[in-house]
């Protein structure tokens, strides 16, 4: 039976993004960490997860645009919404009264792949945004949404990040995290298992045990399944 999606995230916001980082690269999903070039606007107000909505645009659309509008309506409570700009720097694509409206919808955090203004109206909204750069300009007229809830891709800190919409998405001070949503209940399940394992590694390093010595009477992950060839399981 599949987990009760209110109760995955939940479980999921107990958890950090350093735990879900060493369960996703012992499984072998090495590009789920997003680039920290991706910054906070209020380095106090950095913690949230919940299911990704993405929207995608573009400075050369064409003819095939749709209205912001259709981002906002998107919003569920929960959300966490991801715009891929697809690397624009010719202005903000968020501001105050989008985020507002989104968090009225219930919007969990934001995440843009580019520029924001009204930073600090944004630094005092209570939810986390992320974003490359603040500009006082809007990139209204040069850029144009191209699609919501749409697949997207932004940067990683190895390789390129896909998101799916319904993916969830976990941010914290180390950084932000993407949990590919058909394999959620598992990492969170092995990530919970993962913080015993650390705990206990903590608590004999606290009782004398050299760190070496913790780490071998604890080993940690060698219960994840590996989802691909690049699975490698921490030793140390």
């Known amino acids: ?32 960490v997003l680039s920290p070039a991706l910054r906070p606007v209020n380095v106090a107000c950095v913690r949230s997860a919940g299911k990704a909505v993405c929207g995608r645009g573009s400075n050369s659309p064409g003819a095939d645009t749709i209205s912001s509008f259709r981002l906002d309506e998107a919003v569920l409570p929960g959300s966490f919404v991801v715009i891929d700009t697809d690397a624009c720097n010719t202005g903000a694509i968020v501001g105050g009264n989008m985020v507002a409206s989104m968090l009225k919808r219930g919007a969990a955090g934001f995440i843009v792949d580019g520029g924001i203004r009204d930073a600090d109206e944004l630094a005092a909204c209570g939810a986390p945004v992320y974003r490359r750069f603040d500009t006082p300009i809007s990139a209204h007229g040069r850029w144009k949404y191209t ?12 390789d390129s990040v896909r998101i799916e919409p319904g993916d969830l998405v976990l941010s914290d001070s180390d950084g932000i995290v993407v949990l590919p949503q058909r394999h959620a209940e598992l990492i969170i399940g092995y990530a919970e298992r993962h913080i015993r394992s650390e705990s206990a590694i903590g608590r004999a390093i606290a009782n004398g045990e050299s760190r070496e010595m913790a780490t071998r009477n604890n080993p940690r992950l060698q219960y994840v399944v590996a989802l691909t060839e690049q699975a490698a399981a921490p030793n140390e």
Not at 3 to 21: G, H, K, N, Y
Not at 147 to 155: A, D, R
Request: no cysteine.
């Open 1 to 32: 039976m599949a987990a009760d999606p209110v109760m995955l995230i939940e479980r999921l916001r107990a958890l950090d993004s350093a735990t879900l980082a060493d369960v996703m690269t012992a499984m072998g999903l090495h590009g789920q």
């Open 147 to 158: 699609s919501v809830n749409e697949p997207v891709t932004l940067p990683g800190i190895r």
